[in-house]
């Protein structure tokens, strides 16, 4: 199985900074990477698919990048609706497997 | 609107079984792979099940192969997960998804229900 992994964990941050998420897959999985937004109590939401596109209606604040077994999530210019817990996902094969997330705090 | 609402999470004993359903509306049903991811009190999300739109194949994460079972009434705009032999570590909220089709591959889980929550407990 493709193992997920997040850097950092937890991430702590100001409104306006810039702030970057890495996931790296234990394998080359192409492009076949997903990132979601999740709020305590709610469920997850889809930010990006295939490493780099923007979901509809997502701000375009959030830009993914990335191909193989190195990706980044960025985020240019932080506001208080973002912080939150963030999660990579590949879709390359069989199990899709998360990665363990990233707590987006405020500073 | 895409809307999906999931129904039949509750309290079970280990050992016991319990089927989740997720009622789906607002889309072509039919034409779309669903799939269940769960989350445990305080921890990530973890993938749990997958059934594809057009063969009804399906996929299961290693933890619940054997135990769970996905299906789906494409009539009733209905998924389900059919949960046997439940373990305390299955507790947690499971929430349903559409997958949205890339060219290749899936691409993503775009709509997911609010989540049902399944405690197993003696």
């Known amino acids: 199985d493709i193992q997920l992994t997040q850097s950092p964990s937890f991430l702590s941050a100001s409104v306006g900074d810039r702030v970057a998420i890495t996931c790296r897959a234990s394998?080359?999985?192409?492009?076949?990477l997903a990132w979601y937004q999740q709020k305590p109590g709610k469920a997850p939401k889809l930010l990006i698919y295939?490493?780099?596109t923007l979901q509809s209606g997502v701000p375009s604040r959030f830009s993914g990048s990335g191909s193989g077994t190195e990706f980044t999530l960025t985020i240019s210019s932080l506001q208080p609706e973002d912080f939150a817990t963030y999660y990579c996902?590949?879709?390359?094969?069989?199990?899709?497997?998360f990665g363990q997330g990233t707590k987006l705090e405020i500073k | 609107e895409v809307q999906l609402l999931e129904s039949g999470g509750g309290l079970v004993q280990p050992g016991g079984s319990l089927r989740l359903s997720c009622a789906a509306s607002?889309?072509?049903?039919?034409?779309?792979?669903m799939t269940w991811v769960r989350q445990a009190p305080g921890e990530g999300l973890e993938w749990v099940s997958l059934?594809?739109?057009?063969?009804?194949?399906?996929h299961y994460a290693d933890s619940v192969k054997g135990r769970f079972t996905i299906s789906r009434d494409n009539s009733k705009n209905t998924l389900y997960l059919q949960m046997n032999s439940l373990r305390a570590e299955d507790t947690a909220v499971y929430y349903c998804?559409?997958?949205?089709?890339?060219?290749?591959?899936?691409?993503?889980?775009?709509?997911w229900g609010q989540g049902t929550l399944v405690t197993v407990s003696s």
């Open positions: 394998q080359g999985i192409s492009s076949y």
């Open positions: 059934i594809s739109g057009s063969d009804g194949s399906t």
């Open positions: 998804a559409k997958v949205e089709m890339g060219l290749v591959t899936d691409a993503g889980f775009d709509y």
């Open positions: 607002g889309f072509t049903f039919s034409s779309y792979a």
């Open positions: 996902q590949h879709l390359n094969s069989y199990p899709y497997t």
């Open positions: 295939t490493a780099s």
